[in-house]
């Protein structure tokens, strides 16, 4: 990890060179930790099993939960392991840690939090709207929340990893993001692409259960590699930002 770190410092990657040191990592971990993996493995595949009972359970009149409401439970317990796992690699390759571990949950759950309120404005869990004909204002917050992802791109990274109050986090990542913003964007804009693909593909509802096992698989190595991948973004224009205020 220590020549991942250098090659991270000296200058800014191209998207070749994110990629080639995002599968170095990607192997590390697989070699050196594969609990990760395999949590997100069995959360991926525990969803989709829990998902497919509940719709069964629709079909012969029995009570269900909404399947909105498993993905979201999903979703929030993924970001709180995701979380975890991209402060591990943030601490693997600088070789050092600035958070206490009860630092790091705390933190993680105001993460989590954000994330739940972003994932409620994005979805049709607001229906009130709708029934009051404020069709305007549920275009105006899905705007807004897109902003707000655009401008939040560095914020978790830098919030489960730096020892910054709350204000110099959004401070920094609002530093961070200036002439950065698109970087992170356009190298991880082809894999999330892929994972977009593949949710599609899963959710055409013509796959028998062996493929859609597959697919979730895949999904999983999917977004482990993304994780990985937007820790090196976040840590080369971190590295590089402080070095030209030196």
């Given amino acids: 990890m220590k020549e991942i770190r250098t090659d991270l410092s000296n200058n800014k990657l191209r998207i070749p060179e ?142 489960i990893s730096k020892n910054m109050s709350f204000i110099e986090i959004i401070k920094y990542n609002f530093e961070l993001s200036k002439g950065n913003m698109l970087r992170m964007i356009i190298v991880l804009a082809p894999i999330i692409l892929l994972n977009s693909s593949l949710i599609r593909l899963e959710q055409s509802g013509h796959l028998p259960l062996f493929f859609l096992v597959i697919i979730e698989i895949i999904k999983v190595f999917v977004s482990f590699y993304v994780s990985i991948l937007g820790t090196l973004i976040f840590l080369n224009v971190d590295y590089i930002n402080r070095k030209e205020k030196l």
């Fill in 18 to 159: 994110y990629y080639a040191k995002a599968t170095n990592v990607f192997k590390i971990t697989l070699k050196e930790d594969k609990k990760w993996l395999f949590t997100f493995i069995f959360l991926e595949l525990f969803t989709t099993v829990l998902i497919l009972y509940n719709s069964y359970l629709k079909k012969i009149g029995v009570f269900e939960l909404e399947n909105n409401t498993i993905s979201m439970l999903s979703i929030l317990i993924y970001t709180f392991i995701n979380t975890l796992f991209i402060n591990k690699i943030i601490t693997k390759i600088e070789e050092k840690k600035e958070l206490t571990l009860c630092q790091i949950i705390l933190r993680t759950l105001i993460w989590i939090g954000l994330v739940f309120v972003l994932s409620l404005l994005r979805t049709d869990t607001y229906n009130s709207f709708e029934i009051l004909n404020f069709k305007l204002l549920r275009y105006f917050l899905l705007i807004a929340v897109v902003f707000i992802y655009f401008n939040i791109l560095y914020f978790s990274f830098i919030l």
